[in-house]
């Protein structure tokens, strides 16, 4: 039998999809962790805060998907944020529902990057005022055919789909 290592334990990111000031979704996201790690997950499971990357809108002159290492980014935030990425086997993007979508935060930090997310396992915790199903849709949309595989989703409770 192999010994586990540090190195060898698959890491997840829950990526917090909100950037505003006193926004729900760290909240939710260290929820998600702490239930997960509850559960004798055999992952380790870290929280990639995009309040804290704080990523400008993309700047970037290439196209992601044709770009397959760190250094060909132009800027240091993109080459810190590819790098970043790349060192996750898994996703659960945390997204609240901003007019029926996701936020533009989740977007641009998605946007930055195609290959390190490409292939990988992920799925959606979504939330809103009223819920957060229209938001999972457009994400699963966008972000699934071709780049993640998004491999389950949250069960809504007693969600009303309005505004
Ligand atoms: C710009 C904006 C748009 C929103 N649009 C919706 C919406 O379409 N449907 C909904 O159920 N809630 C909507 N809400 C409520 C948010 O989903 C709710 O406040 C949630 O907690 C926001 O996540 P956050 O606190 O992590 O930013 C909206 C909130 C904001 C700030």
Redesign the pocket.
């Known amino acids: 039998m192999t010994a586990t290592t540090s190195d060898t334990i698959p890491k997840a990111a829950i990526v917090?999809?909100?950037?505003?000031e006193?926004?729900?979704?760290?909240q939710?996201a260290e929820f998600v962790q702490e239930t997960l790690q509850d559960s004798q997950l055999s992952a380790k499971l870290a929280i990639v805060d995009l309040a804290i990357w704080n990523l400008p809108l993309y700047n970037e002159p290439g196209i992601p998907s044709r770009i397959f290492s760190a250094q060909e980014y132009q800027h240091e935030h993109t080459q810190r944020w590819s790098r970043e990425i790349a060192s996750y086997q898994a996703f659960i993007f945390?997204t609240?529902?901003?007019?029926?979508?996701y936020?533009a935060s989740l977007k641009n930090a998605l946007d930055y990057l195609f290959n390190e997310w490409k292939g990988k396992p992920a799925m959606i915790v979504s939330?809103?005022?009223?819920?957060?199903g229209?938001?999972a849709e457009q994400l699963k949309q966008a972000f699934g055919p071709g780049i993640v595989r998004f491999v389950c989703r949250e069960k809504e409770g007693n969600?009303r789909?309005?505004?």
């Open positions: 917090v999809g909100s950037q505003r006193h926004r729900a979704g760290l939710i945390v609240p529902q901003y007019n029926w979508g936020p939330y809103g005022g009223h819920g957060g229209k938001a969600s789909e309005i505004r």
